[in-house]
């Protein structure tokens, strides 16, 4: 009988960590897509003008269903020095036994020479 139930015990938390890893992986390619697309997006090479850089964003992070919002979102331009610079940040977490949360806070910023003096 200890057999039988240190063996459940042991596929319970192979489960577990199999559900929990699964999870944590969806969390970090969903940031690294968002990244990436912020990448493109803000790079001097896009088409897309700089002002719709966090509109294109949102319509992303909406579709990705991510806790990213709009207000996080800052859009930087230093007209002086010729520099532009996105930034975002947001907290995403996973549920531990429907109980405990584990949190990972993603945070980005890309900075963009555009002209020279």
């Known amino acids: 009988m200890s057999k039988i139930l240190l063996w459940l015990f042991i596929l319970f938390v192979l489960g577990y960590g199999i ?15 968002i ?19 966090p509109e294109r964003l949102m319509d992303k992070v909406r579709e990705q269903n991510i806790p990213l919002k709009a207000d996080d979102i800052k859009l930087f331009v230093d007209e002086w020095n010729g520099y532009r610079v996105l930034s ?22 890309d900075t963009v020479f555009y002209h020279s003096q």
């Open 19 to 33: 559900y929990f890893g699964i999870n944590w992986i969806k969390i970090h390619l969903s940031y690294s897509s």
């Open 35 to 53: 990244e990436s697309e912020a990448k493109r997006l803000f790079s001097p090479a896009s088409n897309i003008s700089y002002k719709e850089v």
């Open 88 to 109: 975002f940040g947001y907290v995403d977490s996973l549920q531990i036994f429907k109980s405990k949360f584990l949190y990972f806070k993603f945070s980005f910023v």
